[in-house]
């Protein structure tokens, strides 16, 4: 099975604080993505990666940064965490090869920021 | 740009009964893909269904099937003999054809009591 795991389930962290939220997978997939999700806005797309050390913007990249130095791993960091990016974060990856271009997804991070 | 609209923020349905959930999606592109996906209370999201937009069948998997209408850009769930199990929210996303990212709907949270 695919698996993707998210380092944290529930955060939660200070106006100013330099956030780092975690995502492994362990399918030796090309694709990895980080979403977040609010109640009435679905899932926007924050960051992707198709490689190790390639990144791409999303619709929503702004007070947001990534990170992909390992191919299994992403990192979203939030270099200045403020109240408007408490949300739920979602990690997913997904192989351009793959059955169904079908993305996988982690279990969520929840993020407060106070 | 893609959009995809869920119109239908709540839903609920009695146990054993079918429920059909809608999304319509706007683009001018012809290769495209249409997914179902499903995120139980506290749990992970995972794919329900998936439509590839120059197969006029539409797809079936189990109890769930969908209504495709491509010259009405129309996407819609049908849950069939519907479970508790099947309560969740159910998002609708649209995949460009020779890219992997996902345009996700605003979801419509399922009801499903006895």
């Known amino acids: 099975d695919v698996k993707v795991t998210q380092s944290s389930r529930y955060l939660v962290k200070r106006t100013g604080e330099k956030v780092f939220l975690e995502c492994v997978q362990d399918?030796?997939?090309?694709?990895m993505f980080w979403y977040r999700q609010d109640p009435g806005l679905g899932l926007r797309l924050i960051y992707f990666?198709?490689?190790?050390?390639?990144?791409e913007k999303g619709d929503i990249p702004e007070g947001y940064s990534v990170s992909r130095e390992k191919k299994e791993r992403f990192s979203l960091i939030l270099e200045s965490a403020s109240t408007n990016q408490t949300s739920m974060y979602l990690c997913?990856?997904?192989?351009?090869?793959?059955?169904?271009?079908?993305?996988?997804f982690g279990p969520g991070t929840r993020l407060t920021v106070l | 740009a893609q959009t995809v609209t869920q119109s239908q923020p709540e839903m609920s349905v009695q146990e054993a009964e079918t429920v059909t959930l809608s999304c319509t999606y706007d683009?001018?592109?012809?290769?495209?893909?249409l997914f179902w996906y499903k995120q139980p209370p506290s749990r992970q999201m995972i794919l329900v269904i998936r439509?590839?937009?120059?197969?006029?069948q539409n797809a079936t998997e189990n109890r769930f099937s969908v209504n495709f209408q491509k010259a009405a850009k129309s996407f819609s769930l049908k849950i069939s003999d519907s479970q508790l199990g099947d309560t969740a929210m159910y998002f609708c996303?649209?995949?460009?054809?020779?890219?992997?990212?996902?345009?996700f709907g605003t979801g419509t949270r399922l009801q499903v009591f006895p």
């Open positions: 997913a990856s997904s192989s351009p090869t793959g059955f169904y271009n079908e993305q996988f």
């Open positions: 399918m030796d997939h090309e694709n």
């Open positions: 990666s198709y490689d190790v050390k390639m990144k």
């Open positions: 683009t001018s592109e012809n290769n495209y893909y």
């Open positions: 439509q590839e937009a120059y197969k006029q």
């Open positions: 996303a649209f995949m460009n054809g020779g890219t992997d990212k996902l345009i």
